[in-house]
């Protein structure tokens, strides 16, 4: 059950304190909810990884209508990695960077990660989790320098609220340009949040590992690279095993 709800724009915002996970309880949400919670004892990253979600982080998952053909959504995970940046920014952190696929990162510290899941066709399910004021560390000393928090990179620090008004509005932004086909003109802003230019890609099914240039990402969220070889590829995500910057 949930501490307290309350509305933001279109949004209806359910808050807890602790959770297995905010995925989990959004997953039988419909659009336009979002789950959040102080603690989660079960948060989960990508990769079937466990996301440590102590006291002092924003832990999220928010619905998000996904009408029409399944095909026209599969960017959004990139474009949730897009709105998180732009939120984040617009509370006043410079420097931000995307690691494919979407993780926010300063340098090589870890701000946030997103897990988008998708539980039924009509929605999807765009799991956050934000170090804020939290110390990841302290749970598993081998995160020790490899994250950061909004506390660390900003002299005031907004509340929770704001962080979460500010992700919320950019989500609805991905999710309406989305919906209205509006990718092709989206796709520069998006491309522009990597900044990233040679990588090694393992691919899966067939298992290849291949090492060229990061040309962005297509309308569909296909990653395409010139290889070394002159060989130009256009990848499905689902086919990325693994994106190394080099
Ligand atoms: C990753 O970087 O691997 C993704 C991490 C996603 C963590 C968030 S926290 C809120 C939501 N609930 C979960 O169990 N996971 C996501």
Redesign the pocket.
């Known amino acids: 059950m949930s501490t307290a709800s309350s509305s933001a724009g279109a949004w209806r915002i359910h808050n807890h304190e602790l959770v297995g ?3 989990d309880l959004a997953a039988q949400q419909p659009g336009w909810n979002v789950v959040v919670a102080k603690r ?1 004892l ?6 079937k ?1 466990s ?1 440590v ?1 102590d006291e002092g982080g924003i ?3 928010a619905v998000l209508p996904t009408p029409g053909q399944p095909e026209t959504w599969a960017v959004l995970p990139l474009a949730a990695g897009w709105a998180l940046r732009e939120a984040i920014q617009s509370l006043g952190v410079t420097g931000l960077r995307l690691r494919w696929p979407n ?1 926010l990162m300063l340098g090589t510290a870890k701000l946030a ?3 988008v899941e998708r539980f039924n066709p009509e929605t999807a399910v765009i ?3 934000i170090n804020y004021a939290n110390s990841p560390e302290s749970e598993n000393p081998e995160l020790a320098g490899m994250t950061t928090r909004l506390a660390d990179l900003l002299q005031r620090l907004p509340a929770r609220e704001q962080v979460l008004g500010a992700l919320l509005a950019h989500l609805s932004i991905a999710q309406q340009r989305i919906e209205a086909g509006e990718v092709e003109a989206f796709l520069p802003a998006l491309n522009r949040a990597w900044q990233i230019k040679r990588v090694t890609v393992t691919l899966n099914s067939p298992s290849r590992v291949v090492t060229g240039a990061f040309e962005g990402v297509d309308t569909q969220g296909r990653l395409l690279l010139a290889l070394d070889s002159g060989e130009k590829l256009c990848l499905p995500p689902i086919e990325v095993e693994l994106l190394r910057e080099l």
């Open positions: 996970s905010t995925n989660q079960q948060g989960r990253g990508r990769y990884r996301w979600s832990w999220l998952s993780d990660g997103i897990l799991g956050i989790g």
